[in-house]
């Protein structure tokens, strides 16, 4: 099965400062997903890459997915306190459409 | 996008015994899906629960465990059997967005948080 492996685990930035999580894959990635988890809450969709070499932006967030279709990256400038949360990547499984995910990355943003 | 809720947002209650978790979608979906997340993993299929049909379990979940209903196409619900604390986490449905799926950009409720004692 797909394994993807998420880095860093945690991450602590001070407001203001960029940062990126990376999400790699043990398989070609046909479809690539990033999730917001609030503590404790549900997932909220993020954006979707599938092509290689794509690149989304929404507000100060955007997603990478390499031309090799095996790791992507999520990017943030200028990081705000309503950033923090856990940030999954998913990816399409063998189960239909259900959704394998990494383990998560868990920002927080201090003042 | 779809809107999801799901009841109880969170539950504490003795082992040995059950609940079930109740997952509302706003309109009408074919596919809907039932994950687990337990304390400091990340998020794993249960099942995926289509209309009409009996639920299909990943391996390692079982039917007797953890029965699914699929009664309409805007509803389900997860029953969490027997309980003993490992079964401690977040359980989240999702659902295929409305007009089905073109990506496979899933709508998850906001989870509910059981913990066993």
């Known amino acids: 099965s797909q394994e993807l492996e998420q880095s860093p685990q945690s991450l602590i930035v001070q407001e203001g400062k960029n940062l990126t999580i990376n999400c790699t894959s043990s398989?070609?990635?046909?479809?690539l997903y990033w999730y917001k988890q609030k503590y404790g809450e549900g997932l909220i969709f993020l954006m979707m890459?599938?092509?290689?070499?794509e690149e989304k932006s929404h507000e100060k967030i955007t997603a990478k997915l390499d031309e090799k279709k095996q790791q992507s990256s999520l990017h943030i400038t200028a990081s705000q306190p309503s950033h923090a949360g856990i940030y999954l990547c998913?990816?399409?499984?063998?189960?239909?459409?259900?959704?394998?995910f990494g383990k998560g990355t868990s920002l927080l943003v201090t003042p | 996008s779809a809107v999801i809720s799901q009841k109880p947002s969170r539950d504490i209650c003795q082992r040995g015994t059950s609940l079930t978790i109740q997952c509302q979608v706003d309109?009408?979906?074919?596919?809907m899906f039932w994950y687990r997340q337990q304390p400091g993993q990340s998020l794993t299929l249960i099942a995926t629960?289509?209309?009409?049909?009996?639920?299909?379990?990943e391996s390692g979940f079982v039917i007797d465990k953890f029965p699914i209903s699929r009664p309409n196409l805007t509803f389900s619900t997860l029953t969490v059997s027997n309980m003993s604390p490992e079964d401690s986490s977040i359980y989240l449905c999702?659902?295929?967005?409305?007009?089905?799926?073109?990506?496979?950009?899933?709508?998850f409720g906001p989870g509910t948080r059981l913990t066993v004692l």
């Open positions: 629960a289509n209309q009409g049909s009996e639920a299909t379990y």
């Open positions: 309109s009408q979906v074919t596919m």
């Open positions: 398989k070609t990635l046909y479809g």
């Open positions: 998913g990816a399409d499984s063998n189960s239909g459409y259900a959704l394998n």
């Open positions: 890459l599938q092509k290689g070499g």
């Open positions: 999702s659902a295929e967005p409305p007009g089905g799926l073109l990506y496979n950009e899933q709508f």
